[in-house]
């Protein structure tokens, strides 16, 4: 596999959630190893303890942007995907870390999860659209991932916020053409 390395976040991830796809279908160890070293470099990367997760990781002449939602819902999607092929405990961890910063960042009065962080300068705006769930949206992404961490942790707050999402969506669902 020879690629065009991505600066952006979401990108990358989507690049580990197909590599772990075909890994799957194939059985082929060496494009697992290949999924899993494209992970590695978005955790080496596009994440800082002092810095969380960035969209687009600060570099010389830049200083990088925060993350979106989708950065974050990708992510935890990602992880997900690894963690169903090789059970790596450290997937779970990083995805419980990782969702616990989506949802300091990007949550909203409402519970639910906005496009933006509050403090962006870039497009402060707090997106929502009830057509959020269908497609590649922030809401429709980051519900399973987020369901699975209620189930494996326990813990409410990632219940709670899938919660609102659902709360928000499930009426779209008879007004969306499917």
Do not use: C
Request: aromatic residues 6%; proline residues 4%; charged residues 25%.
């Amino acid at each position: 596999f020879v690629i065009e390395p991505t600066r952006v976040t979401e990108t990358n991830a989507r690049f580990v959630s197909a590599l772990a796809e075909l890994a799957r279908v194939s059985n082929d160890q060496a494009i697992l190893d290949r999924a899993r070293k494209a992970m590695r470099n978005l955790k080496e990367r596009h994440y800082s303890d002092a810095n969380g997760l960035m969209r687009i990781p600060a570099a010389e002449d830049w200083r990088g942007v925060s993350a979106r939602g989708r950065d974050y819902a990708t992510l935890l999607s990602a992880l997900f995907d690894l963690y169903r092929l090789d059970l790596d405990p450290a997937h779970l961890v990083w995805a419980e870390q990782v969702a616990r910063e989506a949802l300091v960042q990007l949550r909203g009065a409402d519970d639910l999860l906005r496009e933006t962080p509050a403090n962006d300068r870039i497009q402060p705006l707090p997106l929502h659209n009830t057509a959020m769930i269908f497609g590649l949206s922030t809401w429709g992404t980051v519900f399973g991932p987020l369901e699975r961490l209620t189930q494996l942790t326990g813990d409410e707050e990632f219940g709670a916020a899938a919660d609102a999402i659902l709360q928000r969506l499930t009426p779209a669902l008879s007004t969306q053409a499917l």
